[in-house]
Each structure stands twice: as C-alpha cells, then as structure tokens.
T-cell receptor
C-alpha cells in the first residue's frame, strides 16, 4: 500500500528564518511527487512536480528536492504570506495520488 | 479559463437525504477525481475517471456514486447521507491519469445532521 508521511505536523517560523519540510514516501513505481499549498477554506494549489531522484525545482522562496525515499520543501527567508498548509502527494504505478496529512506552516512577522 | 468549478460551496443535509455535488472543468482534461478532506486524515480519494464513460473506485467509495457522461462534468452523488459524510469535498482534474499534476476546485463543505 502506498504511503506518504509528512513532518513536522506544524512549524512556526519567524520571518526570514529558513527551514525545510519533509515528505517521506513508500510508493510502488513512482510516477511523480507533487507539492501543493492550501490556504484555509480553499482548494490545494499546485506548486511542483518532481519525477526522479536528484531533481530540484524552485519558485520564489520555495525549492523542492527529491531523493529515492524523501522529498524536501525548502523555504528560504519566509514571509508571513507563506503561511499555509503544505501538502505532499505521490503517484504510484496504479496512477492514484496518495496524499500526506500536510504541514501547517506559520510565519510570524 | 475558469479552471475547476464546484457547486454548491456549502450544503447542510439531514440524515437520509440525497444530493449531487457538481464539478466541471473547462481545460479539456481527461482525468477527474473526487476527494474528501477530514481533520487529521488528509485528502482521500473517493472516485475517479480516466475519461468520459469510465469511472472507478478510490480509497473510500462507499455511499457515493459517480458518472462521467461528458469530458467536462463529473458529478458526485450521495445516495443516503450519513453524519460520517460530513466533510469538505474537492474535485480535481488533470490532463491525463499518468504523470500530470491535478488542479483542484474550491471545495464544497457538507454537513450532515
């Protein structure tokens, strides 16, 4: 059974304090590792797709990386507007997307 | 493009009532899916469709029906609502079932009393 585990469950940072969110996965035949951002009361918003170990993608203050067992979302010099829940999801050989429970990020000014 | 749209935004049902949650996309996506999101549980797949006329069950399909008569629409039917179906429901679509990212609608918050 495919599994995705995110840690920590919640993270509180000061503005400018860089950190990383972790997503570990057990998926048969990975066909993509996805990161989403979700604001309260809204649907998840797509951020990145990673396909193979060693791949990296960046967008503003966010950088996602992938290994054979984990993905990290690095947040550099975060701002209060980066506060959200970040979701990780993996698609395996059955084409279904398995989501982690998310990391609630709060960035204080 | 409007993207993925869902109606209604909020709904309150009594136990035993039935209703249909609507989902539409204007991106010509082949793959569409329904998820429910509950506190502490993450997003769980209910049903999905890889194209018009083709549907299949996800992780938590009991109590829900779907059909896909057109590429654009993918309604979710609750046959006899139960309090356990109180949740936030999201519809999502992607270009194909393979490796492409899914785009989510704004969600429907359903309460069953």
């Amino acid at each position: 059974e495919d599994q995705v585990t995110q840690s920590p469950e919640a993270l509180r940072l000061q503005e400018g304090e860089s950190s990383s969110l972790n997503c570990s996965y057990t998926v048969s035949g990975l066909r993509g590792l996805f990161w989403y951002r979700q604001d309260p009361g809204k649907g998840p918003e797509f951020l990145f797709t990673l396909y193979s170990a060693g791949e990296e993608k960046e967008k503003e203050r966010l950088k996602a990386t992938l290994t054979k067992k984990e993905s990290f979302l690095h947040i550099t010099a975060p701002k209060p507007e980066d506060s959200a829940t970040y979701l990780c999801a993996a698609r395996g050989s059955n084409y279904k997307l398995t989501f982690g429970k998310g990391t609630l990020l709060t960035v204080n000014p | 493009n409007a993207g993925v749209t869902q109606t209604p935004k909020f709904q309150v049902l009594k136990t035993g009532q039935s209703m249909t949650l609507q989902c539409a996309q204007d991106m010509n996506h082949e793959y569409m899916s329904w998820y429910r999101q509950d506190p502490g549980m993450g997003l769980r797949l209910i049903h999905y469709s890889v194209g018009a006329g083709i549907t299949d069950q996800g992780e938590v399909p009991n109590g829900y029906n779907v059909s896909r008569s057109t590429t654009e629409d993918f309604p979710l039917r609750l046959l006899s609502a139960a309090p356990s179906q109180t949740s936030v429901y999201f519809c999502a679509s992607s270009y194909s079932a393979d490796t492409y990212e899914q785009y989510f609608g704004p969600g429907t918050r359903l309460t069953v009393t």
